[in-house]
């Protein structure tokens, strides 16, 4: 059974950091691509970035030089780091892995106060 697991977040003040990280089970996670989403209330859901299966990363404008995407193949895990936190930031942080399969996580909430 696949599952993706994010923990992390919470609550924090605007430009302050805070790091998600999700968990993958059942699935050969090195070779897939892992993908950051988010969600804000009222919007679609939009990609914030992606780590491929060598460590190359690629980040929406809206997060780049604030947001770093990493991965630990040994762990099954990837991680998201977030500095200078703004409350536009604030959103439900999903975990996608693409490959053979696409799977996603059930999310993790960040709340950014002004």
């Known amino acids: 059974q696949v599952q993706l697991v994010e923990s992390g977040g919470g609550f924090v003040q605007a430009g302050g950091s805070v790091s998600v990280s999700c968990a993958a089970s059942?699935?050969?996670?090195?070779?897939?691509?892992m993908g950051w989403y988010r969600q804000a209330p009222g919007k679609q859901r939009e990609l914030v970035g992606f780590i491929t299966r060598g460590g190359r990363t690629n980040y929406a404008d809206s997060v780049k030089g604030r947001f770093t995407i990493s991965r630990d193949n040994t762990k099954n895990t990837v991680y998201l780091q977030m500095n200078s936190l703004k409350p536009d930031d604030t959103a439900v942080y999903y975990c996608?892995?693409?490959?053979?399969?696409?799977?996603w996580g059930k999310g993790t909430l960040v709340t950014v106060s002004s």
């Open positions: 059942g699935i050969a996670f090195s070779i897939y691509v």
């Open positions: 996608n892995a693409d490959g053979p399969q696409r799977y």
